[in-house]
């Protein structure tokens, strides 16, 4: 992960590309305003299980490396889309590895972990999803968790 530039403070927001996540990293995005720190946008990938005799199937002819680039323009999209109108600085991260687990190992030494309370996976009635609780549970720093807007 990134070291922060200016006063030394980061923080560090898990996307991945979902409404939640989106607005995690823009309620990142204005505190990193409020305190000078900057931002380490983190998505984390890791290779699809495949169940079943499936060897020329659409998962089984795509490399890692497209897992990753997938990973990688989510990410940019994201930041695109949410910092179009600011002035701070984003560093992306991709990883490859269990979420949970990069996150809390990009979030050593950081001021502030940040996460959306659901991902794509998350159940409909869920508060928290299982990468925001394992983060809630084991992060280094401070977790702020956004629940989304009252009206989405």
């Known amino acids: 992960m990134s070291e922060a530039t200016g006063n030394g ?19 990142a995005m204005r505190q990193a305003e409020l305190t000078g720190a900057s931002v380490d946008a983190v998505i984390a990938w890791h290779d699809p299980v495949v169940i079943g005799g499936m060897p020329h199937g659409p998962v089984a002819v795509l490399e890692q490396a497209a897992f990753g680039e997938f990973a990688a323009n989510v990410l940019s999209t994201s930041v695109r889309e949410v910092s179009a109108h600011s002035t701070v600085k984003v560093n992306p991260v991709v990883k490859r590895g269990n979420a949970a687990q990069v996150l809390i190992d990009g979030a050593a030494r950081a001021d502030l972990l940040v996460l959306g309370s659901r991902g794509h996976a998350g159940f409909a009635g869920a508060l928290l999803g299982s990468v925001s609780q394992h983060c809630v549970q084991h992060a280094p720093c401070p977790v702020v968790i956004i629940r989304g807007s009252r009206a989405g």
């Open 9 to 27: 403070h980061r923080i560090v927001v898990g996307v991945d590309g979902s409404p939640p996540s989106q607005e995690a990293l823009a309620w």
